[in-house]
């Protein structure tokens, strides 16, 4: 079974400033998807950003960019230009890229990120 | 214009009541989830529904029935209530398109208080 770990309970940043969050997963498959969800007070989920294990370039949405590192199993969330809007939880997700296409997602157990005015 | 929506947003309920919650997605998606988040904010698929067909079953207690009407609804209910069934309970919806990402889209949460 495929398994995500984000290793960042709790992270700040200044705004204004770079933040990046971590996360490493654990597959035996070689295709698959990884998200990064936003989960502010509301609790509304909210997609940040995607990619898809066959691209080697790197994810990018503004202000917010991955690194990807598939060797590594790897799959760290940049966001830059922090703003007090950027505070949340975030979680990281595994998505098996199965033929029949319905597999869910995988979460990890999420990072909650504060900005500093 | 919601995409997907639940129902009830919040519920209170006693232990040992039954209950259930409603999902809609007006999106023209084919396949609906339940996810279960606990009090640690941790996100568990617990169902999933492809053209009302029951595809995916996670280790969820049986007094957890999922119904599919029509694959734009997705209902959860609950027998017997416990303590440990609190929780915030996101219904998601997709469009499965073999190769795609199939992005998932989540309702706004229910979160049910058992007392």
């Known amino acids: 079974a495929q398994t995500v770990t984000q290793s960042q309970p709790e992270m700040s940043v200044q705004e204004a400033e770079t933040v990046t969050l971590s996360c490493t997963y654990d597959?035996?498959?070689?295709?698959?998807?990884l998200f990064w969800y936003k989960q502010p007070p509301s609790r509304q989920m909210i997609l940040v950003i995607r990619?898809?294990?066959?691209?080697?370039q790197n994810a990018t949405e503004n202000r917010f960019s991955v690194n990807f590192q598939k060797a590594a199993k790897s799959f760290s969330l940049k966001i830059s230009d922090s703003q007090l809007g950027d505070a949340a939880m975030y979680f990281c997700a595994y998505r098996s890229a199965s033929r029949r296409g319905n597999t869910p997602l995988v979460f990890g157990k999420g990072t909650r990120l504060s900005v500093i005015a | 214009d919601t995409a997907v929506s639940q129902t009830p947003k919040y519920l209170v309920t006693q232990m040992g009541n039954d209950k259930s919650i409603k999902c809609e997605q007006n999106?023209?998606?084919?396949?609906m989830y339940w996810y279960k988040q606990d009090s640690k904010k941790f996100l568990k698929i617990m169902f999933s529904?492809?053209?009302?067909?029951?595809?995916i079953n996670e280790t969820v207690p049986n007094r957890f029935s999922p119904k599919s009407p029509d694959k734009a609804h997705l209902n959860l209910h609950i027998n017997s209530l416990e303590l440990g069934d609190s929780a915030v309970y996101f219904c998601?919806?997709?469009?499965?398109?073999?190769?795609?990402?199939?992005?998932?889209?989540f309702g706004p949460g229910t979160r049910l208080t058992v007392l």
């Open positions: 529904y492809n053209n009302k067909e029951l595809i």
């Open positions: 999106l023209g998606h084919d396949t």
């Open positions: 998601a919806s997709s469009l499965i398109l073999a190769g795609a990402h199939n992005e998932q889209f």
């Open positions: 597959t035996s498959e070689s295709d698959y998807y």
């Open positions: 990619q898809e294990a066959y691209k080697q």
